[in-house]
């Protein structure tokens, strides 16, 4: 603490401080006084601010409601039978040449390259009633050329697969498959229907007389007997 600190201190405490103004015998040195620099005034303290308390929830404004306008709504996307419906029947048949019946077959799997193991023990023991082996099949795919095509060409270019079948001189015909498929080119099932180029029979599929054997291979084999289309 330098001389000038020591007597603001002393002033500050109510004492007069005193400086001899010539240096007394015996006495220390008298030290030199730099200014003093003014004291920094005090900092005023902040008040402090009332604490608000929040509002009530009765007391509190409601809030916005948002509601979705017809634009944000997005559309409901189509059924799905309405996209089957777009994408139109799809099928594959084999048809097997013996001495006086076409027999067509439709496949498990549209898309499979034949009938599963289970489907082809079933189609030889079908052949083995006129006597005849597998062979070379005739194949017929729907759609054709790999497009989807509506219900009706479908069932025109089926029919003209069959008509072409009985041109060959076997005038008969005997199709195994789903009710879906054979209502296209004919009005039901397990009934002989006429045309100008021979008979046809629609029959179970070969996928129903694996599934429910008791019930289709019955009504298949009635069906074949009644139209004659077993022998």
């Known amino acids: 603490m330098n001389e000038l600190q020591r007597q603001a201190y002393i002033r500050a405490m109510g004492f007069s401080p005193w400086v001899a103004c010539a240096p007394l015998p015996g006495a220390a040195p008298t ?60 099928f594959t048949l084999q048809a097997f040449a013996t001495p006086n019946v076409w027999l067509v077959l439709e496949q498990e799997q549209a898309d499979a ?29 729907c759609p054709p050329g790999g497009q989807p095509l509506p219900a009706d060409q479908a069932a025109q270019a089926l029919g003209a697969f069959l008509n072409g079948l009985t041109r060959g001189g076997t005038p008969r015909v005997l199709l195994c498959a789903r009710e879906d498929t054979a209502a296209l080119v004919l009005p039901e099932r397990f009934r002989v229907q006429r045309h100008a180029q021979g008979e046809w029979l629609a029959v179970s599929s070969l996928t129903e007389m694996l599934t429910q054997p008791a019930e289709h291979k019955r009504r298949t084999w009635q069906a074949m007997v009644g139209a004659g289309f077993h022998a």
């Open 31 to 90: 030290p030199v006084l730099a200014p003093v620099e003014p004291p920094a005034p005090p900092v005023a303290a902040v008040p402090e601010m009332p604490r608000q308390e929040p509002a009530p929830a009765a007391e509190r404004p409601p809030l916005p409601t948002v509601s979705a306008s017809p634009a944000t709504i997005p559309p409901a996307s189509p059924a799905e039978p309405a996209r089957q419906a777009m994408a139109g029947p799809r």
């Open 113 to 141: 390259p034949g009938f599963g193991r289970e489907a082809q023990q079933l189609v030889n023991n079908l052949l083995r009633i006129w006597q005849v082996g597998p062979g070379q099949p005739r194949r017929f795919l």
